[in-house]
């Protein structure tokens, strides 16, 4: 099980900081990622990393700005999100893959969390 935390309502600008934090299992070898989605879109792919954290890729919409990282030790990842903007609100997910070589598609991970909402005031 996979449980994210850290969403709420900011304004423009403003900075949050999410968890996913694992349960049940350990992702030490997995990929992680960050996926968002808003009503009636598909989930789109926000980041992701690497099991050993050697690597990472961001969407260009949030290249520069948000920053994925993880803890093995607490078996939790985080997503570290900074000048955000009223476009990324929507409720974010985080996820996991076995695949080392992963594509930035919502097929590619087989965990997931519930969600989190991220709210973006103008």
């Known amino acids: 099980q996979m449980v994210e935390s850290g969403g709420g309502s900011v304004q423009a600008g403003g900075s949050l900081r999410l968890s996913c934090t694992a349960s049940?299992?350990?992702?030490?070898?997995?990929?992680l990622g960050w996926f968002r989605q808003t009503p009636g879109k598909v989930r789109r792919y926000v980041a992701a990393i690497s099991w050993n954290g050697d690597s990472t890729d961001y969407s260009d919409s949030v290249k520069g700005r948000f920053t994925i990282s993880r803890d093995n030790a607490k078996n939790t990842h985080y997503l570290q999100m900074t000048s955000l903007k009223p476009e990324d609100t929507a409720t974010y997910y985080c996820a996991a893959t076995f695949r080392r070589n992963w594509r930035r598609m919502a097929s590619d991970f087989t965990a997931w969390g519930r969600g989190t909402q991220v709210t973006v005031s103008s």
């Open positions: 049940g299992r350990t992702f030490d070898n997995y990929t």
